[in-house]
């Protein structure tokens, strides 16, 4: 049995921070673009109106503008959490398939990866519960391999804690509304576990789209990197 952390990855996107003042100005530009067609007010732009442009859309409502432009994101989390994620339909996904999988082969070690449980420290009686119950799930499923079972009907034994991958892509608008719903303080701490840093390196990205969103987070990160 091994037990990971959840994690994340936004894909195509320079590597250093350093760089990210020239990606958002080329998506800014690309916005921009389209977003004055439909005012005529092409003649209006120049080399740095983009992330105006984009935070006055925003303001007034005009989101749809902004929908031009996707990114795409590689994430680690448990199976539980990957159905909130597949809920947003404005949005394309590929993730690890259980039915094709089989754990009990080399390439996976011959084990079940989880995911570590945010809510519960090490030392506790729930978190003991829990790793037992991996293991007896981890146990079984297995078994059932060993037994002449497939990996789809194997996979019944495996608990929503079990590690999967996905990558995700949704245009800027539909980021800004899963940022608004999974990093609220009522999403499920594991969602928020995720959802929250990921909303610091998208602010980080593309301050002109998301640095409206939950400021109070972030008000004491960087402050000077998300000012208008």
């Given at each position: 049995m091994k037990i990971v952390e959840p994690s994340f990855k936004i894909l195509d996107i320079p590597d250093e921070?350093?760089?990210?003042?020239?990606?958002?100005?080329?998506?800014?530009?690309?916005?921009?673009?389209?977003?004055?067609?439909?005012?005529?007010?092409?003649?209006?732009?120049?080399?740095?109106?983009?992330?105006?442009?984009?935070?006055?859309?925003?303001?007034?409502?005009?989101?749809?503008?902004?929908?031009?432009?996707?990114?795409?994101?590689?994430?680690?989390?448990?199976?539980?959490?990957?159905?909130?994620?597949?809920?947003?339909?404005?949005?394309?996904?590929?993730?690890?398939?259980?039915?094709?999988?089989?754990?009990?082969?080399?390439?996976?070690g011959n084990e079940v990866t989880f995911i570590r449980p945010s809510f519960w420290a090490e030392d506790t009686a729930q978190y003991r519960l829990w790793k037992d119950a991996m293991g007896h799930a981890e146990d079984a499923y297995l078994g059932l391999l060993k037994s002449g079972?497939?990996?789809?009907?194997?996979?019944?034994?495996?608990?929503?804690?079990?590690?999967?991958?996905?990558?995700?892509?949704?245009?800027?608008?539909?980021?800004r509304h899963f940022f608004k719903l999974r990093a609220d303080k009522a999403a499920h701490p594991q969602m928020r576990q995720l959802a929250e840093p990921m909303l610091w390196r998208f602010r980080l990205l593309l301050p002109c789209v998301f640095d409206d969103i939950y400021p109070e987070l972030f008000e004491d990160i960087l402050p000077e990197l998300f000012a208008p």
């Amino acid at each position: 049995m091994k037990i990971v952390e959840p994690s994340f990855k936004i894909l195509d996107i320079p590597d250093e921070p350093t760089g990210y003042p020239a990606f958002e100005a080329i998506v800014a530009a690309r916005i921009e673009m389209a977003g004055r067609v439909c005012y005529k007010s092409e003649d209006r732009v120049t080399d740095s109106s983009g992330p105006g442009f984009v935070r006055r859309m925003i303001r007034s409502g005009h989101e749809s503008v902004i929908e031009h432009v996707s990114l795409s994101v590689r994430v680690v989390c448990d199976r539980g959490v990957s159905h909130e994620w597949v809920r947003h339909r404005i949005a394309s996904y590929s993730q690890e398939s259980t039915r094709y999988c089989n754990y009990g082969k080399d390439k996976f070690g011959n084990e079940v990866t989880f995911i570590r449980p945010s809510f519960w420290a090490e030392d506790t009686a729930q978190y003991r519960l829990w790793k037992d119950a991996m293991g007896h799930a981890e146990d079984a499923y297995l078994g059932l391999l060993k037994s002449g079972a497939s990996p789809q009907e194997a996979r019944g034994a495996l608990p929503n804690s079990v590690k999967t991958e996905l990558i995700a892509t949704m245009n800027l608008r539909e980021w800004r509304h899963f940022f608004k719903l999974r990093a609220d303080k009522a999403a499920h701490p594991q969602m928020r576990q995720l959802a929250e840093p990921m909303l610091w390196r998208f602010r980080l990205l593309l301050p002109c789209v998301f640095d409206d969103i939950y400021p109070e987070l972030f008000e004491d990160i960087l402050p000077e990197l998300f000012a208008p």
